[in-house]
């Protein structure tokens, strides 16, 4: 397979796309007088031909780096495998914009489809990409499979280390609060938080508690640490790990509380050795912050003004 066609696809069909979305917001503004009923269709065109040339580039990669010995990473590069969830996620999301709107702005009424799309989306799109592109393919030979060795022992560990990692993350999310407040920053409230004040609880407990610990921790820890491990060494697959993990989040005030906690979930998970231990851990730190946000939003327990 050639190399050209992947990046001639991506570079391409990026620029159709964002200048069909740029153009759209100066016709808006009258500041470009352009028949308007062609850029959704150019954006969109963009869109299929950007991820087209991701996916080749992901198939060309495998088939390059299959002569490479098992212990060596034989999947595509982590950049290209979390821009395919990326544009997943963006595709499954697109039609459901003003709920995206209600969730992250506040503004507008949220529809119960809306919602479970976006917030079970990337989670899915996380396990398919991993699956397709890395777990299929055997990119990553030689990683014992789920339940993994002594599961039991992994999810007990996973439970105590998540505890100690709730109360350490919270403590430096105040603190960066507080810094924030200092400033004259106070941070606005997140997603996350507008979609435990708002949704019904089932749907966050799904959600945030069970499939994003799991998808991410398969990911992140599954793919991504141990493909950087095998390629760039311990320091690379553990700061490059907790690095992209802090980054998906889309959180500026939640960025060091969650990149400390990517570092101790690979720090938990090549301990162990098994992955069920971080997704143990990751399950633990959000549960306990749903639990504790609901238990605020049904008036069961008060903070302090």
Not at 66 to 87: A, N, T
Not at 227 to 247: I, N
């Amino acid at each position: 397979m050639p190399r050209w066609p992947g990046p001639l696809l991506i570079t391409g069909g990026a620029l159709l796309a964002i200048g069909a979305l740029v153009a759209g917001s100066l016709a808006l503004s009258g500041q470009l007088q352009v028949d308007r009923s062609i850029l959704a269709p150019l954006a969109l065109i963009g869109a299929f031909a950007f991820a087209a040339g991701l996916v080749y580039s992901a198939i060309r990669q495998i088939r390059v780096r299959s002569f490479l010995p098992p212990e060596r990473y034989r999947g595509p590069s982590v950049l290209i495998l979390l821009s395919l969830v990326l544009v997943l996620t963006s595709v499954a999301n697109a039609p459901f914009g003003a709920d995206a709107a209600a969730l992250l702005f506040g503004d507008g009424e949220l529809t119960l489809l809306g919602a479970t799309v976006i917030l079970v989306s990337m989670g899915l799109a996380l396990l398919l990409v991993s699956w397709l592109f890395v777990h299929r393919p055997r990119a990553l030979a030689g990683l014992p499979s789920l339940p993994g060795p002594h599961p039991a022992a992994a999810i007990r560990a996973g439970v105590g280390w998540g505890v100690l990692a709730w109360l350490g993350s919270t403590l430096v999310l105040i603190a960066v609060v507080w810094l924030l407040e200092r400033i004259g920053q106070p941070p606005e409230p997140e997603a996350a938080e507008r979609a435990i004040a708002l949704l019904d609880p089932w749907l966050v407990v799904l959600a945030v508690v069970i499939l994003a610990p799991i998808a991410e921790e398969v990911f992140f820890r599954g793919v991504v640490f141990n493909a950087w491990l095998r390629e760039g060494g311990r320091h690379w697959a553990f700061g490059g790990s907790s690095a992209l993990f802090a980054v998906i989040h889309l959180s500026l005030v939640s960025l060091l509380p969650i990149f400390l906690l990517g570092l101790a979930l690979a720090w938990v998970y090549q301990r162990t050795g098994n992955l069920l231990a971080p997704i143990a851990m990751h399950a633990t730190v959000n549960g306990i912050s749903v639990a504790f946000a609901l238990l605020v939003r049904f008036d069961i327990v008060r903070l302090p003004v």
